[in-house]
């Protein structure tokens, strides 16, 4: 498993690669150090996404799913709506305007979980935060 260092309004986190997304994570590794803004979920409940409109990583689906738990990241590939990452800090069900979705659970946020809900609130009520992930120098 590949270790993901991800920086986000003002909390630190590491992630480690899912097994069972293999061909999500090569593509996603391709992409690092990987610059976004993380904005607050409209329909999912307790989670912050990454819109990527038409953006394609050239990957299907792979394990994936509507219920993250706390510290999942799934990149759903688009198709129903657009393409995006999301990243559940609470309760969450992967949902769009046309209803629920699955996506592909890629990293696993295994360090630093404990500030989840700190970001999700600044996110929430601050509004949009950078978001950088790159490969973490210790693993």
């Not at 069972?20 to 409209?42: E, G, M, S």
């Not at 209803?99 to 509004?127: D, M, S």
Request: aromatic share 12%.
């Amino acid at each position: 498993m590949t270790r993901i260092k991800i920086t986000a309004g003002g909390f630190d986190f590491v992630a480690v690669t899912h097994p069972d997304a293999p061909l999500t994570v090569a593509a996603f590794c391709k992409l690092l150090p990987y610059r976004q803004r993380l904005i607050h979920v409209r329909w999912s409940g307790e989670g912050c996404w990454v819109p990527l409109g038409e953006f394609q990583l050239g990957v299907g689906f792979e394990n994936h799913t509507s219920h993250p738990s706390v510290g999942d990241i799934l990149f759903y590939p688009g198709g129903y709506s657009e393409t995006e990452i999301i990243l559940a800090y609470g309760a969450c069900s992967f949902a769009s305007k046309l209803g629920q979705l699955a996506g592909n659970h890629f990293l696993t946020i295994v360090e630093g979980k404990e500030n989840l809900r700190a970001l999700g609130t600044k996110v929430l009520w601050e509004g949009a935060q950078d978001v950088l992930f790159e490969l973490d120098g210790l693993g």
